[in-house]
């Protein structure tokens, strides 16, 4: 059964993988890889972010802070990405790894909000004077990282751990409309928040010793995801085995 | 890098602002990598004494391809 | 499908007498809307223009969280007796069987508080231009609440602590029914144009319906299965 590679990383080689004893060969093979390459990327985007990069001209040092909080909101998106990507396999396709992939990848991108938030009122203090600002930017996150809350506390309110999933799934599709508000929400509303300057077509409107760090910590993020991802992955796989093992036991008496 | 260590520290005045921002941001994803870990490995620890306390069952295969 | 409008009006006329048997529960929503309104005024203080300034929020609030409670209710009986299944089995799609209850129950809580509106909008000397707005987006935006409610009442049957669950999972979708009905009554208030305000509300009615919809039917399917 052979599905086109799309742009998502779920659809079609992860069939190949639906078997979880070959998936888990495959992520205990990635994992060490993966985590190196968070380590080094991490380091090298604090290394140029914290040392190398100049200071902004109008912002001073503060403008440091956008190193963790524009990469942390970004997988804040991306992992809800995934997690609505997943949700639509297990629901359409029923694919076997998918309610757990949501599952596993809910926390990693509750704390990425969690610091998108926190950093930016960090940020924000010294640059318009407040901690917090209702606009629509800051508002439609704020309800992201609501959602992702109520997510796991969905997944979690179900004695059988499928159906925690497959409602979770729902959830995760219905505020999958969020994203798109949260992206074009500075270009829509007159926000206080700053419009894109990176994902703008043409050259980003930022200069090269700033994207690097830029980019570098976005990806060191990226690798996080993943080896927590396969982290929280084996760890669910296990919990259902030990699931398995106590009905087993329990029916034998 | 101009200036001294305790310059850099300082942050040109917003030391408040950034070193917290990074510092949280470490805690925050360090603790996350760790109690995932700590999950992990405490679940295979229980994994091998059930396995090692009772004899082991032969399990019916799982069909290789499963959609 | 002919005849499919006389099985979706029999769902409703059910609900709707379900509902009307106990008369008190729409008195009880609609009381504890006056009342949690009428508590503000104590802790804010009776200054006029403050309790001007506030009302379009406070009013919306608390319908909305008047809605809110109600929400548990609108599967909880039909899952615990076995009708629900009988339902899910009914030649009917599933999604009408949502729209129909969430109209059902929209008759018995959004416009119940929209009809008890004005008397509440007196208590905060609402003017008259501002209180028309106010019941145009309620009009508007209720129903968005109780098909939005509807997703997350179907998601919680079975769940442990469904009555809490519900608001932690509906709420932030709530968020931006409640930023445009009030946006819209004070931009009336400011005589400026409430046009885009409420039109805005129409369109998240129109996304509401169908999501509510399909992912109601897809949770009940779940609750069932």
């Known amino acids: 059964m052979n599905r086109t590679a799309t742009s998502s990383q779920q659809s079609g080689s992860l069939h190949r993988f639906a078997n979880p004893a070959r998936f888990l060969r495959l992520a205990q093979a990635v994992f060490p890889w993966s985590a190196g390459a968070m380590a080094l990327c991490i380091a090298a985007g604090l290394y140029l972010g914290l040392f190398v990069a100049p200071p902004d001209y109008q912002q001073g040092e503060s403008v440091r802070i956008m190193y963790v909080h524009v990469p942390a909101a970004w997988m804040a998106l991306f992992v809800y990405a995934n997690m609505a990507l997943a949700s639509a396999s297990l629901l359409i396709w029923r694919h076997p790894l998918a309610g757990l992939i949501a599952k596993a990848s809910a926390p990693v991108g509750t704390a990425f909000t969690f610091l998108a938030l926190f950093t930016g009122s960090l940020w924000g203090k010294p640059m318009w004077g407040t901690w917090w600002v209702w606009d629509a930017r800051l508002t439609s996150v704020l309800i992201l990282f609501f959602i992702y809350l109520g997510h796991m506390a969905l997944i979690n309110a179900f004695e059988n751990p499928e159906r925690g999933q497959k409602a979770a799934a729902v959830l995760t599709l219905v505020g999958v409309v969020n994203l798109p508000i949260i992206k074009f929400s500075v270009d829509w509303w007159n926000t206080l928040h700053q419009p894109a300057s990176v994902t703008r077509i043409g050259t980003p409107a930022i200069h090269s010793s700033m994207l690097w760090p830029l980019l570098l910590m976005a990806l060191g993020f990226t690798f996080y995801y993943v080896t927590v991802l396969i982290l929280r992955l084996r760890a669910e796989m296990l919990a259902s085995r030990l699931r398995a093992m106590n009905r087993l036991a329990a029916e034998e008496g | 890098m101009e200036g001294g260590i305790s310059e850099f520290f300082a942050m040109g005045g917003y030391a408040a602002f950034v070193w917290p921002s990074y510092a949280v941001s470490g805690l925050v994803l360090a603790g996350l990598f760790f109690v995932s870990w700590r999950e992990l490995t405490r679940r295979q620890a229980l994994l091998d004494r059930l396995q090692a306390a009772a004899p082991h069952r032969r399990r019916k295969p799982k069909d290789p391809e499963r959609t | ?225």
């Open chain 3, 1 to 225: 499908m002919s005849g499919g409008g006389a099985p979706i009006r029999s769902v409703v006329a059910r609900d709707l007498r379900l509902a009307l048997r106990q008369r008190s529960d729409i008195l009880t929503i609609v009381l504890f809307f006056a009342l949690t309104a009428s508590l503000f005024p104590f802790a804010l203080g009776p200054y006029p223009d403050l309790l001007q300034r506030v009302a379009p929020g406070v009013i919306w609030v608390t319908a909305l969280l008047a809605v809110l409670l109600s929400l548990e209710r609108l599967f909880l009986a039909d899952y615990e007796d076995g009708s629900l299944e009988l339902l899910a089995l009914s030649p009917l799609p599933l999604e009408a069987i949502v729209l129909a209850k969430t109209f059902a129950h929209w008759l018995t809580t959004g416009l119940p508080l929209t009809a008890a509106t004005p008397l509440i909008a007196l208590l905060y000397d609402m003017p008259a231009s501002g209180l028309a707005v106010l019941l145009a987006a309620m009009i508007l935006g209720t129903p968005s609440l109780s098909l939005i409610g509807s997703i997350g009442a179907a998601l919680a049957l079975g769940a442990r602590r469904g009555g809490v669950l519900i608001p932690l999972l509906v709420l932030p979708l709530y968020v931006p029914i409640l930023i445009f009905g009030v946006a819209a009554v004070d931009a009336a208030l400011s005589d400026l144009a409430a046009r885009p305000h409420l039109l805005l509300l129409a369109a998240l009615l129109a996304v509401a319906l169908p999501t509510a919809a399909f992912a109601g039917a897809a949770a009940l399917r779940q609750a069932v299965e």
